[in-house]
């Protein structure tokens, strides 16, 4: 689906005040996406494969249907646009959210499939546009306050609607916001990828924020569920669709 026949968002599915942040948000990485030529969709597909089948590193050398030196110009231009991380000294793609050539906290497990890691705690159900619908995929992560294991399972229908099967539990994850109501919303959340992570209880959150100065420091931001979590997780599923269509 594209930026034009996204569903509905559902507010009551977020926190208070969030649905025209995720708006905006999915809107501008659909279009994002959309703006692929089909070359650079190609090249983007199968950094997305390499980095889920073998977490290693992906260089220009590995497109030879593409030519090194077009697959070389491309990664530069998706690197500026923020769609991937492109490390100068080793030449190699490190990140292409969701996927990971770095260790991080949160890691997926689809059958057949080798364990991959994942760029932040949200992008986890974007993960399924490689492993399909109707996959059942192991996804874990760790509390970095408490150190304690959240896993769970989660998989996506035809409709690209998802569904879980969590432990009860009481996850938290802290969204910070920009203060300026104009900054690019996909850019935005580009540069929190690093800072989404899940913590085991809403203490945990917090004893988190107070160390880390987010608190009386007049950090905005917005406490999420593990429900509403994966919800802003299906609506960046739902707008990366049009890369796989």
Same mark, same amino acid.
């Given at each position: ?32 996406? +959309? ?8 090249? $983007? ?23 090194? /030196? ?67 995929? +192991? ?20 409709? $690209?609607?998802?569904?879980? +099967? ?13 203060? /300026? ?45 593990? +429900? ?18």
């Amino acid at each position: 689906m594209n930026s034009q026949n996204l569903p509905p968002l559902d507010p009551r599915r977020l926190p208070d005040g969030q649905a025209a942040w995720v708006e905006s948000l999915r809107s501008q990485y659909a279009a994002l996406l +959309e703006s692929f030529s089909s070359t650079e969709r190609a090249l $983007y597909i199968q950094v997305w494969r390499q980095l889920a089948r073998h977490k290693s590193p992906v260089v220009a050398r590995s497109f030879l249907s593409i030519g090194q /030196n077009t697959a070389q110009q491309i990664i530069r231009e998706l690197s500026r646009r923020n769609l991937l991380w492109f490390d100068d000294e080793l030449h190699a793609v490190l990140q292409c959210p969701p996927f990971s050539a770095l260790h991080t906290p949160h890691e997926v497990k689809a059958f057949g499939w080798e364990r991959a890691y994942v760029t932040s705690f949200v992008d986890i159900p974007l993960t399924l546009l490689i492993y399909g619908p109707n996959v059942w995929l +192991e996804a874990t992560s760790c509390c970095p306050r408490s150190g304690e294991k959240l896993a769970f399972r989660i998989q996506m229908d035809e409709e $690209y609607r998802l569904r879980w +099967e969590v432990p009860l539990n009481d996850w938290r994850l802290w969204f910070p916001l920009p203060t /300026n109501e104009t900054a690019d919303s996909y850019q935005t959340f580009h540069q929190l990828r690093p800072r989404l992570n899940a913590f085991y209880t809403i203490k945990d959150l917090d004893t988190h924020r107070q160390y880390q100065g987010d608190q009386g420091g007049g950090q905005v931001g917005a406490v999420y569920t593990l +429900e509403q979590a994966l919800y802003l997780g299906q609506c960046l599923l739902q707008a990366g669709t049009s890369v796989f269509a």
